[in-house]
């Protein structure tokens, strides 16, 4: 069965940054776009950035662009954000999701907070 491990997570203060981690299984994964959503507190969930099967183009929301990073490794079947100059805004849970099947997969979530 597809499977998504989200990993990385934590506390880290207004300016720092963080990777994140999600290890993919039960799927081609090279054959799939893969992404990150998040949702905050109280918060809709929201797509933060999607990555081609092959990684060669991405899509960033506004709120991201420039900050985080989206990279894949199809040897590993693991897709990685790098998130730099974090923001209090950006807390939130985090999601690796996949489309596989007809259908939206995700990750249990790894927490991410910004705070001094």
């Known amino acids: 069965q597809v499977q998504l491990v989200e990993s990385g997570g934590g506390l880290v203060q207004p300016g720092g940054s963080l990777r994140l981690s999600c290890a993919a299984s039960g799927f081609t994964f090279s054959n799939y776009y893969m992404g990150w959503s998040r949702q905050g507190p109280g918060k809709q969930r929201e797509l933060v950035v999607l990555v081609t099967a092959t990684g060669g183009s991405t899509n960033y929301a506004d709120s991201v662009e420039g900050r985080f990073t989206i990279t894949r490794d199809n040897a590993k079947n693991t897709v990685y954000m790098q998130m730099n100059s974090l923001k209090s805004v950006d807390t939130s849970v985090y999601y690796c999701?996949?489309?596989?099947?007809?259908?939206?997969?995700w990750g249990q979530g790894t927490q991410v907070t910004v705070s001094s």
């Open positions: 999701n996949a489309r596989v099947g007809g259908a939206t997969r």
